[in-house]
């Protein structure tokens, strides 16, 4: 069976774009979560005929497929499951078109963000998400997840910033969903594609938004004694008509490894330091500079440190960046969490996150979007020490349920994938799961694309009238 | 009347209609006709979010949004669910960015008579398939919207439209930083810019623009949709005014009609059998023949 398979994607792509080696097949068995999956074979298709060509042979062989940008994922939505066909599209780097006019580029899949934004810069625009990975995520696996980062404050999510996008769809057929006028006819197909975790299909082409490079830049670090002023702060900058390109936040486990790694003389000794960033033209930034640091002090600031060039800039937020890179210092491993609750509420579920790791003997350091709620808990831990990997499961769970009861959500930026897939119930009833599903199975009857992600199990496709299929009957 | 009163009006089975204001076509005729309910939930300026029934007045829920000097990329006039079920932006759209992309949460009320949450109420979140997507410009074919959390923004502490005839609708495009609005009719340019008066003073400097005029009334022959690398085809085709840099041309004319990529019309066909099998929500509403 799968002698036969590989042979067909030989057949399109050639020996050396298919792989079935065990070691081969082993490096695509998980992404950048802890989750792992199988697959009966690898292929790097480069072009949209061969992504067509690699989809209508899973169709033909009736197994499941999942595309793959750079793996950089963090929920496994692109974990291989039950053996399907991985499809990198690590191949697919090239910048297609652009248009500098209205800010547009063609881009393929596995353009690389930060790539495509310096290959842009000469124009004056870049990519507006930035993803912390941005370095090696690519433009498919943010349209995929619709990818967030630090400046999605002001610009808006991958959704906001994807135009059109060419797609295989899971069939087979290649159409294109949005387009390059504003409003095209019927449903925002486009709208719906993107985010929608590799379970529509295949995109292949990328149509992008440019966004304009900032006039102006400012950067600020703000340091607190308590952690409640600094979310204070956040909510008194947006209810004062402000929002700043970004709003990180920093609390002090998170400052003092980062301190001890990059000496950007961070203020260990505060509980939490906000790094703002605002951008635009100058007499609009100077008085939303002056506005802010009013803002601050009146939320107790402990002081106040306004980055007074480039290089200062560029080291405050490689201290926001490096903060991962720093937790090794602590512990070997580490577990990162995704959720959003409303920025009111930041106080009270990080009290409820420290309670929480406090009570399954763990650490956890807190570097996050504040701007807008998403918190980003990093439970630290060593997977040696027996019994670990269940307390930070079990932790990982609580601080869900209790972003999820402050009114907030499961995930803001990394997704549901397999990580969040069970957790769905909690936000979601099943009346509005099923209406998620049945989008899907109009992409997807035959659920090939990425099957058994983002929808709790059982979910099938089978014809609406029909009776439920039988617990086990799962594909 | 609450969500739940809505879903029980609209049941499970018989063709139903929704109606709104009528700002923006009405309901279906000689069909029973259902309306949302209306009225401001809760407004959180500390958020940037609002909650609202659908049938909630765009102007109503602008005054409320207003106290807090804040404000909703929503086109003004009619209900908010009328507004988000067409999906059609305003002129600002290039500034504001659309429609779409103010709905955070939505609840709407399915074929079969049942409340359908989609989205979250968070400014992010990215939990499952993103049916608010698939039900802005639906035109009430899939789901009757109920109510909606919504992204606000703040309104601008300043603004003032200018106008030029010497300055090429691209340049402006190019030069100036963030405009909210460029619209042209082949001849002369109007541009909305918001923000510091020093700094909106320094721009129209630089492109030597002057204060003028609000916009013209636009043409309502018919909305055309082009690629905004197209505008310069529309000379010579009829009185129009294009929003530069979006590709929305109001046009004396009706729009041509376009054609759509059959593998897209089967999408069409097999959403629409899947969250309304018997066809009973708006029907005869065909949205690929909206054009």
């Not at chain 1, 709790?456 to 299929?469: F, G, W």
Request: charged residues 20%; negative net charge; hydrophobic residues 40%.
């Amino acid at each position: 069976m799968t002698d036969r398979l590989v042979a067909d994607l030989v057949g399109v792509l050639g020996r050396r774009r298919v792989h079935s080696s065990e070691a081969h097949r082993a490096l695509y068995r998980r992404d950048a979560s802890n989750m792992e999956g199988t697959t009966s074979v690898v292929c790097s298709p480069e072009t949209t005929a061969e992504v067509q060509a690699c989809v209508q042979i899973a169709n033909r062989h009736g197994v499941p497929f999942v595309a793959r940008g750079s793996g950089t994922g963090l929920s496994g939505g692109a974990v291989p499951l039950d053996g399907g066909i991985v499809i990198s599209l690590a191949r697919m780097t090239q910048v297609l078109s652009v248009d500098e006019v209205v800010r547009r580029a063609w881009v393929q899949p596995g353009v690389l963000n930060l790539d495509l934004s310096n290959q842009v810069t000469h124009l004056g625009v870049h990519f507006a998400p930035d993803p912390s990975s941005q370095q090696t995520c690519s433009i498919g696996g943010n349209v995929a997840n619709n990818s967030g980062g630090p400046h999605c404050l002001a610009e808006g999510v991958t959704n906001s910033h994807v135009i059109a996008v060419k797609v295989v769809l899971p069939d087979g057929t290649v159409t294109v969903l949005g387009g390059d006028d504003p409003e095209p006819v019927g449903y925002d197909l486009r709208g719906v594609f993107v985010g929608s975790e590799g379970m529509l299909g295949i995109a292949t082409e990328v149509c992008v938004k440019l966004t304009q490079n900032y006039p102006a830049v400012r950067t600020m670090l703000l340091d607190y004694a308590t952690v409640a002023d600094g979310a204070a702060t956040v909510s008194s900058i947006i209810a004062d008509g402000m929002v700043p390109a970004a709003i990180e936040m920093m609390d002090q486990l998170c400052l003092r490894a980062v301190e001890a790694y990059i000496h950007a003389g961070l203020p260990v000794e505060s509980a939490a330091a906000l790094l703002v960033e605002v951008v635009g033209l100058p007499n609009d930034l100077e008085a939303q500079v002056a506005r802010i640091v009013e803002i601050a002090e009146q939320h107790h600031v402990t002081s106040v440190r306004v980055a007074q060039d480039e290089a200062e800039r560029a080291l405050l937020w490689k201290g926001r960046k490096s903060a991962f890179g720093a937790i090794a210092n602590i512990e070997p491993d580490y577990y990162l969490h995704d959720t959003v609750v409303p920025r009111s509420k930041l106080p009270e579920v990080l009290d409820r996150i420290y309670e929480i790791a406090g009570r399954h003997g763990l650490q956890v350091l807190n570097v996050f979007h504040a701007g807008d709620g998403n918190l980003h808990p990093l439970l630290v831990y060593d997977a040696r020490v027996p019994g670990t990997k269940e307390r930070v499961h079990a932790a990982g769970r609580e601080i869900v349920e209790a972003s999820v009861a402050a009114g907030g959500v499961l995930t803001g930026e990394h997704g549901i994938g397999l990580e969040k897939r069970d957790y769905m119930g909690l936000m979601f009833s099943d009346v509005d799961l099923a209406a998620q599903n049945a989008l899907r199975c109009a992409f997807d009857p035959e659920m090939r694309s990425n099957p058994g992600k983002v929808l709790p199990r059982p979910a099938t496709c089978a014809d609406i009238n029909t009776m439920p299929v039988p617990e086990g009957a799962w594909i | 009347m609450d969500l739940s009163e809505f879903a029980e009006e609209i049941g499970g089975d018989g063709p139903i209609t929704i109606a709104g204001l009528g700002t923006r076509g009405g309901p279906v005729d000689d069909v029973r006709p259902v309306m949302a309910p209306g009225g401001v939930e809760w407004f959180r300026p500390d958020e940037m979010t609002v909650c609202c029934g659908a049938g909630t007045p765009v102007d109503e829920l602008e005054d409320a949004l207003a106290v807090e000097r804040q404000t909703v990329a929503i086109p003004p006039t009619g209900t908010v669910g009328g507004a988000l079920a067409v999906g059609r932006s305003g002129i600002r759209r290039l500034g504001y960015g659309p429609v779409r992309d103010t709905v955070l949460q939505m609840r709407f009320v399915n074929a079969a008579g049942e409340i359908v949450k989609a989205g979250g109420p968070t400014v992010k979140n990215v939990s499952g398939f993103d049916l608010c997507r698939l039900l802005v410009g639906s035109h009430g074919t899939l789901g009757f919207i109920g109510d909606v959390i919504l992204r606000t923004r703040p309104l601008s502490r300043y603004e003032q439209w200018f106008t030029t005839t010497s300055v090429e609708p691209e340049v402006l495009l190019r030069e100036l930083y963030r405009p909210s609005s460029i619209l042209w009719d082949g001849e002369r340019s109007w541009v909305l810019l918001e923000g510091h008066p020093d700094d909106v003073r320094e721009q129209t400097a630089a492109v030597g623009l002057v204060a003028g005029d609000l916009p013209p009334a636009l043409p309502s022959g018919g909305r055309w949709s082009v690629a905004p690398t197209e505008l310069r085809s529309l000379v010579g085709t009829g009185r129009f005014v294009a929003e530069v840099g979006v590709g929305i041309v109001h046009h004396e004319h009706p729009a041509p009609a376009r054609t759509v990529d059959p593998a897209v019309v089967e999408l069409h066909r097999r959403i629409k059998q899947r969250f309304d099998p018997t066809g009973r929500l708006n029907p005869g509403v065909d949205v690929l023949a909206l054009a």
